[in-house]
């Protein structure tokens, strides 16, 4: 079975440009999770889909992140325009939808440097 | 809400010498516990984890970990680490019933010598 895959591996963008990352979830997961890690700190939520609806996007850093799951099968993830704060490993995470229970699948991540 | 911390940012071992990275937890009910693995280029691998039952939880690699709640703790061990196992380690710990409230550690560095 394949795991979670993110697209692309590393990006290198100047401030103020457009960046749009991609996960692929493992497949007939419904749910699809996003999280970031800035250097050296925790890794954070930011947002869950659960088929192509948005259950929580609390994490969600401000307006300039956009996240969208078209069908319920792979994610994006935009950065217009992109700041040096987002800097950072963007990680991508799916799950089964349980009862009680969950378990979350990670991708690689994507790892994102702001110029 | 719940936080996790991992007070060691980095930690160094021999090769065959025994580890344990440390884990605590603020959460007000019993939480899901997880510690996953990162080494470098390849994803999130979950090592193991706790619901409930038994507080001493086996892993995959050899690694187990131990949920004590009157320390709020859940560290990670194993008896005799390998050079493969150099990576870097994250606590996690997940609310019960909410199935996104997922809280990470910062992580540990573990770099092991010859």
């Known amino acids: 079975e394949a795991g979670v895959t993110q697209f692309p591996s590393h990006s290198v963008i100047e401030k103020g440009q457009t960046v749009t990352l991609r996960c692929d979830p493992i497949?007939?997961?419904?749910?699809l999770y996003w999280y970031r890690r800035v250097m050296g700190k925790e890794i954070k939520f930011l947002l869950h889909f659960v088929k192509e609806s948005k259950q929580d996007e609390s994490g969600m850093p401000n307006n300039r992140f956009l996240a969208e799951r078209t069908g319920g099968t792979y994610s994006t993830l935009k950065v217009q325009p992109a700041e040096l704060e987002d800097s950072g490993v963007y990680f991508c995470?799916?799950?089964?939808?349980?009862?009680?229970?969950?378990?979350?699948?990670f991708g690689p991540g994507t790892r994102l440097t702001v110029t | 809400a719940q936080s996790v911390t991992q007070p060691d940012i980095h930690i160094t071992v021999s090769e065959g010498a025994s580890l344990e990275l440390r884990c605590n937890y603020s959460y007000g009910a019993t939480p899901y516990l997880f510690w996953y693995v990162q080494s470098p280029g390849q994803g999130l691998q979950l090592l193991l984890k706790y619901f409930s039952g038994d507080t001493l939880v086996q892993g995959i690699k050899g690694f187990e970990a131990e949920f004590k709640r009157s320390q709020s703790s859940f560290n990670l061990r194993k008896p005799s680490v390998h050079w493969s196992d150099a990576a870097e380690y994250f606590c996690?710990?997940?609310?019960?019933?909410?199935?996104?409230?997922?809280?990470f550690g910062a992580g540990t560095r573990l770099t092991v010598k010859p």
């Open positions: 996690a710990v997940g609310a019960r019933g909410n199935n996104n409230d997922m809280r």
């Open positions: 995470a799916s799950s089964h939808v349980t009862r009680s229970v969950n378990e979350q699948y």
């Open positions: 497949s007939g997961h419904d749910n």
